[in-house]
């Protein structure tokens, strides 16, 4: 069993208690975690941090001095503004990669299902032929194969063609925006063509001009949102139905000490869809080896996606995945993509959970792989929970430690389900009640809390901070991603976290949710995962339209606490292009550039060039939360004016 260092302090690290049950219960059996590794590596290296370290080429690495003192150039001449921007643009490429490729995969899906050779169907018809309109393909008389197909193509030509705009971007976004891109020259032609692009600009001898490479973050920045985010939720929205309302549980809880324990972990939902198929379907063979069941619980956006659709309980957000392993009781671990930390599998040889890798291109060393592919999923994942069923007897009952305390969370908040909401008010026009709400200033305005926990924060204290502080104050908040497990896990995505919202923002949940039959909206609404940004941007693009204003216009913000991913500081560059506020609580590395820091962070009336000039709004990077939720409350309050809104 492999011993940490230094297990002596165990100081707090979540503000969910289950969770330091099981990090003190890590630390006294040796076992390491991202928490522990943390505490060992106290001091990020402060060249890192600040963004000024150079690895683009084998005479560096290059570092420049900080605070004026030693070398302000790398070998090649680059200075700290050009070292600090090309980093920055290299962690957004990573990002958008990221989601683009959720994309891809999906588009691939969705071709295969309407070819009719894969495991999966389209679900979500209505979906189809609404995106199908909107991308201009003739629908009439054809069958539903036909227009998925057609809907497919139209997707994968956004990786390929050479001219133009995307077309998930004409889709979606406001004409005054798109112009405004392309006056800039930052509209993006191809996901592929763009990443492909800004991998080579950042490379040794390239684009050295600061401000230029600025504006290669936002053109990442629209990959993300509109070739990642849109193209994703839209294909899965046509391949397993749009999410609607559901009820369901987050906390430790939600693993049953009498079930066979699977946990679904990553990304992309088309694995995951199945194994919770085939969950129901092979019961009888877990009750044959001496469970009650099998219990899906989901972790991170897979968690999300399941939760969204089926209502599969919620285990764990990012920071803690390994803790999840330590209560003994997990038969499998299934992981895809993104944000699965490759320390699983070293806490999971501590016990009998079998850690389950899917794709070809994410394996870890020592894991079990199995190999998913559209056209075998129901194999897959038939194989995946019977050799989870048969670890269940493998238990060792002296390492349980069971929870049973769970926490009731309301999720599935679509935009077509808010507008179904929404619709019960007021059926020949949805919109108005929000719109009127807005307008009135019984909702202040509009806030999405995004993004991630991060290990080296206290564990939720930033999501659910900056969430009370806000609702306090009459501000509509939507969540996705592991911000929504905090949120949902603290009573924020039920009744009885109505408490912390403001009067008249009450108010408001209260009658749209008693119109739809539910005696309130819960204070905070789940939209999904993390490429489920989405659905948040568009309705912020349906009310611009309907007030005949701009997104950037709007008293609108995003924050992200506790972000630890590249993929979140490219969400949140999407939705800077679009002219929104946008506030980090983890430093976004580029303090080593006051020319970087001022670009992104200064407003509209300082000297030079900056994003709020360019678009609207601007990144707002403070720690400390409530003083972040302060700041978001005033530029709130800036664009209500502006507006001409009630005080
Ligand atoms: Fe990853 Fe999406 Fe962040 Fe959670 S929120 S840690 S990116 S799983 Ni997107
Ligand atoms: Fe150094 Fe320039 Fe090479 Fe970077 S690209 S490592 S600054 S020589």
Redesign the pocket.
């Known amino acids: 069993m492999p011993k940490t260092q230094d297990h002596t302090h165990t100081q707090r690290i979540s503000l969910d208690h289950d969770f330091e049950v099981l990090y003190e219960k890590a630390c006294e059996a040796g076992i390491d975690t991202a928490f522990s590794r943390a505490k060992q590596t106290p001091v990020p290296c402060p060249f890192g941090s600040a963004g000024v370290c150079?690895?683009?080429?084998l005479?560096?690495?290059?570092r420049i001095g900080l605070n004026g003192k030693g070398p302000q150039e790398?070998?090649?001449g680059?200075n700290g503004d050009t070292?600090v921007a090309r980093n920055l643009l290299t962690m957004m490429i990573e990002g958008a990669a990221g989601h683009a490729e959720h994309g891809r995969e999906t588009a691939l899906a969705l071709l295969e299902a309407s070819e009719g050779h894969s495991d999966y169907q389209i679900k979500g018809v209505e979906k189809l032929y609404q995106v199908a309109a909107g991308l201009g393909i003739e629908t009439n008389g054809k069958a539903v194969e036909d227009i998925g197909k057609q809907v497919a193509l139209k997707a994968l030509e956004d990786f390929q063609k050479q001219a133009g705009a995307m077309n998930w971007l004409t889709l979606h976004a406001q004409q005054q925006s798109i112009d405004k891109w392309d006056e800039l020259g930052i509209t993006p032609v191809n996901i592929h063509l763009e990443i492909s692009k800004a991998v080579t600009r950042t490379s040794?001898g390239c684009d050295a001009d600061p401000i230029n490479l600025l504006l290669g973050c936002l053109t990442m920045g629209l990959v993300d949102g509109f070739g990642g985010l849109h193209l994703s939720s839209d294909l899965q929205d046509i391949l397993f139905g749009v999410p609607k309302l559901v009820k369901s549980n987050f906390r430790l809880g939600v693993i049953k000490k009498e079930m066979v324990n699977i946990a679904v972990h990553g990304h992309v939902p088309l694995l995951s869809e199945k194994i919770v198929e085939w969950s129901r379907k092979l019961s009888e063979e877990a009750k044959a080896a001496g469970a009650a069941g099998i219990n899906v619980v989901g972790i991170c956006c897979s968690g999300n996606e399941m939760l969204m659709r089926h209502g599969i309980p919620a285990a764990s957000s990012f920071s803690s995945q390994e803790l999840v392993i330590v209560t003994g009781m997990l038969e499998a671990m299934i992981v895809d993509v993104q944000c699965i930390m490759p320390g699983i599998q070293k806490v999971a040889e501590c016990y009998h959970t079998e850690i389950i890798t899917t794709l070809p291109y994410v394996k870890i060393a020592g894991s079990t792989h199995v190999n998913f592919h559209t056209d075998k999923a129901d194999k897959a994942a038939q194989d995946i929970v019977r050799k989870a069923i048969a670890n269940f007897p493998k238990r060792d009952h002296q390492k349980i430690t069971s929870f049973t305390g769970t926490v009731e969370a309301y999720a599935g908040f679509s935009n077509e389900q808010i507008i179904e909401a929404l619709s019960a008010l007021n059926k020949e026009d949805p919109l108005k009640p929000l719109l009127d709400a807005i307008t009135s200033g019984a909702i202040r305005g509009v806030a999405a809390i995004v993004g991630c926990t991060n290990v080296r924060e206290f564990q939720d204290w930033g999501n659910v901070t900056v969430a009370k502080e806000l609702l306090k104050n009459n501000v509509l908040v939507v969540a996705t991603g592991c911000s929504a497990h905090s949120l949902a896990k603290h009573n924020l995505m039920n009744m009885q976290g109505l408490e912390y919202c403001g009067e008249s923002l009450r108010g408001v949940l209260k009658a749209i949710g008693q119109a739809a039959g539910l005696e309130s909206l819960p204070p905070t609404l789940h939209m999904g995962s993390c490429v489920d940004n989405s659905r948040p941007a568009d309705l912020l693009t349906a009310v611009a339209n309907r007030l005949g204003v701009e997104v950037k216009d709007l008293p609108a913000v995003g924050s992200c606490p506790e972000t630890h991913s590249p993929k979140a500081l490219v969400i949140g560059t999407y939705f800077l292009a679009n002219g929104v506020d946008v506030h980090v609580g983890v430093n976004p590395q580029v303090s080593g550039s006051q020319f970087v820091t001022d670009v992104l962070c200064n407003g509209a009336k300082d000297d030079g060039l900056n994003l709020e000039k360019l678009f609207g709004g601007k990144l707002i990077y403070e720690k400390d939360p409530v003083k972040a939720a302060a700041i978001l409350l005033r530029r709130i309050e800036e664009k209500r004016l502006a507006l001409g809104l009630s005080s």
């Not at 150079?54 to 080429?57: G, I, N």
């Not at 005479?59 to 290059?62: L, N, T």
């Open positions: 150079c690895r683009h080429c005479e560096g690495p290059c790398g070998i090649c680059a070292i040794m």
